[in-house]
């Protein structure tokens, strides 16, 4: 027998393919943030110097003339585009992003460091607990769409899917912190809280972290809810399916092993995208309710005029997107036996 | 037509929900041309009055009017949408079509280009942009660059179609007769994809709105023009939740919501009648 070939197989050409749209999309990426600062008919960093200066922000002069130099020779003019292009990406593969403005000489990436699990701690559990739903649900609701409460489901999604995730975050902040007081305005934890592995931390940080989950959820729970619901009942209409109930195979096998499994596929690139969305997913959320990740940060840099920062959050997203849809899509094959055995 | 469009008032309570709210955008846009106030300046009427007869939605802190700052508000916001929307929608068109049709080398290139840019997010961008073009920022500048990104996942639903079009008889006879290639996608082929650029036109305004409020929100877009976001903008800047003028926020958000929900509702409504699959679904599962 002849031994089967790896570099042919179906798996390996998806995977070369999924590699190589990561690279595209980071080379993308960082090209724009490269040219949109070249766009400026002005020196960028001069005029955020003098945005600053006529501002009246307290900077230190010091920080200022490092700010330049750094600044200049990431974002700058100096050389031909092509040595500017090239010390760009230098840079960015070192993973220094320069020292932050505002804060400095704290350097942008620690400042993401420690922005970044309120945000990903925020946006991971709403995002998994919202797609668990929401798939639940509309995976009965496609299955059983004569069901009474699969109606106001429906309704009740088709409504709030729309409705972009602030106005919700909005909505729930006057009901629940002015009309019927029961939560805290803003902030992630009570004052007074010591930051640490405790039950008061963990408790309080539930408590502030409760609305603007909840929010976050809502608006998500809708569109799996719906995205769900149409994918299972095309599923259902395949021949596949009717053969199936014909052959009598019992139902809760056939909605498990023959229906979900189907068209779960979607979902899960879909789960993926979400995921990427980290850093633009909440960040109004973020700064409507006060929790401390990157949504505030970057709401702080745009007040500051921290130009670096501003354009590490950037980069920093770029990546954050494409690395967690390329992990989704590595881990595709998993769900999808059909690119494991071709 | 028109008695389709009476059918589906009597029939669909979504369609009925939308076209209310169809109706309310276009009373406030046309509203908005006979203001008595102009809407660049404040203080003009008694501050943070509550909603009353004479001030329909209430007044804020800055001294205007917030009904008649709605109808500039809704005016600038769906402009901005619709531009956002038809840009977008031409580069999906081209892009979906000569894609799908011509297959090889050059759909390959363009679906890795595509690809990518489903994937980019374009807030971040977006707010380098803004924040660095801030003052030379227009919103036809903004509605451009949100489309350089609205495009990409539309343009993959119309390839998928143009691929299925590619291979029916048509299509050969057009081609055997002699048609270029331009003919064909934009005389044989356009017509089929009309109902998808119907449907996610909605839902690609409603994206660049909700776009343009983050935006405003983080202070970033021209904040003297009032659009809903600018509104917000201006309520978290005078903390009105906080001091009590909480229909300054509200205001906004209900209407946000009526408008946002509505237009939703009639895409949906108007996708079920366009698409047979749906209705013969319903036909068949009953």
Known sequence: ?342 | MKSIFVDMLKNSRPFRFGVSAALFLTIMIILSFFSPYPPNESFLVMDDAPPSFQHLFGTNSRGQDLFWQMTFALRNSFLFGVITAVISRVISLVVGLYSGYKQGVMDRVLMAINDSFVIMPVLPILILLNFLLKEKMNWFIMAAVLSLFGWAFDARLIRSKAMSLRFQLFTDTAVFSGFGTRKIIFREHFPYVLPIVFSTTINNMLWAIGMEVTLAILGLTNVNDPTIGVTIFWANQHQALISGVWWWIAIPVIVTVYVFTGLYMLSISINKYIDPRTRLQRKGRN
């Open chain 1, 1 to 342: 027998m002849k031994k089967k070939n790896i570099f042919k197989s179906p798996f390996f050409k998806y995977l070369v393919q999924r590699l190589g749209q990561f690279l595209l999309v980071v080379f993308v990426g960082i090209t724009v943030t490269f040219i949109v600062p070249r766009l400026s008919p002005t020196n960028p960093v001069e005029q955020k110097i003098n945005q600053m200066m006529v501002s009246g922000a307290n900077i230190h002069p010091e920080a200022l003339e490092s700010f330049r130099s750094a600044m200049t020779e990431m974002y700058g003019l100096e050389g031909t585009v092509w040595d500017q292009y090239r010390a760009f990406w230098g840079r960015f593969l070192r993973g220094d992003l320069g020292p932050s403005l505002s804060s400095y000489p704290v350097p942008v990436i620690d400042l993401i460091k420690k922005a970044l699990p309120w945000t990903i701690g925020l946006m991971l559990t709403t995002t998994l607990i919202s797609w668990f739903i929401g798939n639940l649900l509309g995976g009965l609701a496609g299955y059983f769409p004569e069901k009474r409460w699969v109606k106001w489901a429906e309704l009740g999604a088709t409504c709030i899917r729309p409705i972009p995730y602030y106005i919700t975050a909005f909505i729930l902040l006057i009901i629940f912190c002015f009309i019927i007081p029961v939560f805290p305005t803003s902030g992630a934890y009570a004052r007074g809280v010591i930051e640490g592995f405790n039950l008061k931390f963990i408790g309080s940080v539930l408590y502030h972290t409760f609305l603007p989950a909840l929010s976050l959820i809502l608006v998500g729970l809708g569109g799996w809810l719906l995205g769900m619901r149409s994918l299972v009942s095309n599923i259902v209409a395949d021949d596949f399916v009717l053969y199936a109930e014909a052959g009598g195979i019992d139902q809760n096998t056939i909605m498990k092993k023959y229906v979900i499994r189907n068209a779960l596929l979607p979902q899960i690139t879909g789960l993926g995208m979400s995921l990427g969305a980290v850093f633009s997913g909440a960040l109004i959320t973020e700064i409507v309710f006060g929790i401390p990740g990157l949504g505030q940060l970057t709401y702080r840099a745009v007040i500051s005029f921290d130009y670096s920062l501003i354009m590490g959050v950037s980069i920093f997203s770029i990546m954050g997107v494409s690395v967690s849809v390329l992990i989704v899509d590595l881990l595709y094959p998993l769900f999808d036996p059909r690119i494991r055995l071709g």
